[in-house]
């Protein structure tokens, strides 16, 4: 972990008091550059642009073969059929489409959404679902409704960036639990719910991607799903499963939602962005009956009612088309991405290092990279931009500063040939990298970042805080770095995929 890391561990919007940053926060200071400062809400100052949307306009630079953003690749979509139905429904049914509707969502909708879950096993009542403006406001209005500042949310090492940001702008906290290459690890899990709720910490929920994790790209091993559902039981405390990516398997394994066999514990959240198109913001959440009615309020308070013309058109679009089919063709679209740059990392990674490794998804958009013990994916940044590739660092993906040794590479946008040459730079940059070290020796930030690793992955204090991070000694870290490796070597088995 470097110096600048280091400082990461107090957590956005939580700077120590007497800190410059802090100081340009307090009452009636303000700033030139923002006058208003001075008079945000508590929960604004948490709120922090993610490293992503910072690395976006380089990343979308033409020259640059982006490995960082997560946008689904809407080539295959049969945009003829799509323009159709459009036109149809404002010149045909304009009059309703064009309309406020009901705050929980099209009725027809939410029927045809119980279909779509029941293809990964999901019984569901259309009463029990409610539309959302993609899946991210799902997991705002659950939070809202359920977190208030100070409570502590469980997630994955890593987790998803997007939803950090919600639960720090809520100043919520976030504990993580490790993975390895069957995802969120049972035990770990179980320890960690133990050692907050002894500590009097209010959990909330686990937030979960069991399913082609972002950014991980691993799936939970059902025999861990039964357990996850059960330990969360015995702690009791709900799980939020965020399923964006379940459909998109590259084999015929279909991953069973927890969702599917505790429907009175989880609150399931989908969403038609990457099955569909992400434009017309559709997602859902469904809910166990009385949560149903709060969302409904929340969904009412925030949208008066979520995008009619949206709901009309993936509506119409599920009833007159081949769906699953087109589900099929973006399966294999992504496929080809994801073995074009397995093969290469393959190709290029071990050479330059023995210990780089990366997970093997079976579905979805991400490998998550990790590079040999020292090394600093984030601070590796700059001179991969230069060489025009860009990743995103680990640090994104964790609430408290961790995750410098690994990076996301997205396959989901470039051309294969891309991603190819995309690897191709990175590992020029690592090389680089490596070399360098190899000559000089590892600085001093570095031989501190391999220390605190592995003080943290033994016990090192743990909640990141949306609105303090004083560390909590109380409580076991676990998570530090995600387990997940690639290949058998000396840290233990590899996945079975490869
Ligand atoms: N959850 C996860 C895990 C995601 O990857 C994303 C999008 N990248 C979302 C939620 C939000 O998706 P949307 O709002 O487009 O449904």
Redesign the pocket.
Known sequence: MSAADDNRLTAPGSDPAGSSESAALRPGTGSRLDRYLPRYAARAHSMTSSEIRALFAVASRPEVVSLAG?MPNLADLPLDAVGELAADLIAGSGRQSLQYGSGQGEPFLRELICDVMAVSGISAHADDVVVT?????A?DLVTRIFCDPGDVVVAEAPS?V??LGVFRSYQVGVAHVEMDDDGLIPELLDQALTALQAAGRRVKFLYT?PTFH?PAGVSLAPDRRREVARICREHDVFVVE?D??GLLGFDATVHRPLRADDPDNVLY?G???KTFA?GT?I?WVLAPHGVREKLVLAQESATLCPPILSQHLIGRYLQTQDWMSQIKVFREMYRERRDAMLDSLSELMPAIHPDIRWTVPGGGFYVWLTLPAGMDAKAMQPRALSARVAYVSGTAFFADGFGSRSMRLSYCHPTPDRIREGVRRLAGVIRAETDIRALFGASSPDVLTDRQDQRGAAAAPDVAEGERAAPDPSVVRHGVRPGVRHGGDADGPGPATR
């Open positions: 997560g403006v993609g899946s991210q406001q997991l998803y997007g939803a991607i972002n965020d964006p990516y959240l969403s038609f962005s992400p913001r997602g």
